[in-house]
């Protein structure tokens, strides 16, 4: 069973950025499209954006020109960078595959945007 350990949110004034990490246990991870997702209080849980094993990607509109979705398969790790930062992007953000059935999803990284 594949985990998933997601990190690097916080509180960032809007305009700011962070870089979100998703490190992923198991060999299979280089083989598989990834994602990133978020979930907003009250909100259903949104696809952000997708990166297939070839580094293929595509985002959510609202996020289109500021974030960008990466991985490194040497390291079986995957990255969301968010510059531009505004306050609707507050959220719990979560990495799992793309594509076909989710692996257990991980605890997510709370990413606050707030002057």
């Known amino acids: 069973q594949v985990q998933l350990v997601e990190s690097g949110g916080g509180l960032v004034q809007p305009g700011g950025s962070l870089r979100l990490s998703c490190a992923a246990s198991?060999?299979?991870?280089?083989?598989?499209?990834m994602a990133w997702y978020r979930q907003a209080p009250g909100k259903q849980r949104e696809l952000v954006a997708t990166i297939t094993s070839s580094s293929t990607t595509t985002y959510t509109d609202s996020v289109k020109g500021r974030f960008t979705i990466s991985r490194d398969n040497a390291k079986n790790t995957a990255y969301l960078q968010m510059n531009n930062l505004k306050p609707e992007d507050t959220a719990v953000y979560y990495c799992n595959r793309w594509g076909t059935i989710p692996w257990t999803w991980g605890q997510g990284t709370q990413v606050t945007v707030s002057s």
């Open positions: 198991g060999s299979i991870v280089r083989i598989s499209a």
